[in-house]
């Protein structure tokens, strides 16, 4: 697959963005080693950050949590810092939470893992966030297309094509899964 050079300007705009939001996290770090949820084995790290259907999505690993994070395309409606809001992705509806970040404007967590003591070092933290992510942006496999010209019955018994909306995860239930698709 070849990369425009368009493309490539806004995967490099996505990774540089996400290294923002490591930035801050990094001058959070001292203030979070004292705390019990905090691993010493592991440091801030922004991971897989490229944008989406003009979405920039990655993720954030921390001490203290890994968050799978979506940065708003321009122009989305901004909500209020703390907002739950659902999104569909590939993989089907996650919530996410809205924070404003200094520097970085308005982005979204879903969180994945908090805390982060089941983590032996960086690199079982960051390949556990690659698999996730790769989880994320990849549709289920049970997923019915309806460009496939698949239709469903309705209890009329009148045809119509599948447009299911994806099922909606939660946080444990997709790690598990994720985690699962890891091991030998």
Avoid: K
């Avoid at 944008?51 to 954030?60: A, N, S």
């Avoid at 469903?152 to 985690?179: E, M, N, Y």
Wanted: hydrophobic share 45%.
């Amino acid at each position: 697959m070849m990369h425009t050079d368009a493309g490539r300007d806004r995967d490099d705009e996505a990774r540089a963005l996400g290294e923002a939001v490591a930035a801050i996290y990094r001058r959070a770090d001292a203030a979070m080693r004292d705390l019990p949820i905090y691993n010493s084995a592991l440091s801030v790290a922004a991971l897989g950050f490229r944008e989406v259907d003009g979405v920039v999505l990655g993720i954030v690993v921390t001490p203290w949590f890994m968050n799978l994070v979506r940065v708003p395309p321009p122009g989305e409606a901004a909500l209020p810092p703390g907002t739950g809001v659902p999104r569909a992705l590939p993989v089907g509806v996650l919530d996410f939470t809205v924070a404003m970040l200094d520097g970085v404007g308005t982005i979204e967590s879903c969180s994945l893992v908090s805390p982060m003591y089941d983590f032996v070092d960086q690199q079982q933290a960051e390949a556990t966030a690659l698999a996730a992510l790769a989880v994320v942006l990849a549709p289920p496999e049970n997923t019915v297309s309806s460009a496939a010209g698949q239709q469903t019955a309705d209890s009329t018994g009148s045809t119509s094509p599948d447009t299911a909306a994806p099922p909606s995860l939660d946080r444990r239930r997709f790690l598990r899964g994720a985690l699962a698709e890891r091991r030998p």
